[in-house]
């Protein structure tokens, strides 16, 4: 059957949306785990933050966790 899991990345997003510093910290396989980081890079830059959320996340580390 096909493959299944989680790929848990660590990021930062600035105020803009674009997103730096992607890794993946968890992930079953070292190759879905790059993949899955390499989409989250190509996917960015996002929305751009509004100021609400700005003042909460932008520069923080976030984490993410992506089920496959």
């Known amino acids: ?3 299944h899991g989680q790929v848990e990345l660590e990021f930062t997003i600035d105020a803009a949306g674009t997103a730096h ?3 993946f910290v968890s992930a ?3 190759e879905i785990g790059a993949s899955i980081a390499e989409a989250m890079r190509v ?3 996002f929305e751009p933050m ?3 959320v ?3 996340l932008a520069g923080d580390t976030l984490y993410a ?3 496959f």
């Open 65 to 67: 966790t992506f089920n």
């Open 21 to 23: 510093g992607v890794t």
């Open 43 to 45: 996917a960015s830059p």
């Open 50 to 52: 509004s100021e609400a």
């Open 1 to 3: 059957g096909a493959a």
């Open 28 to 30: 079953p396989d070292t």
């Open 54 to 56: 700005r003042v909460c």
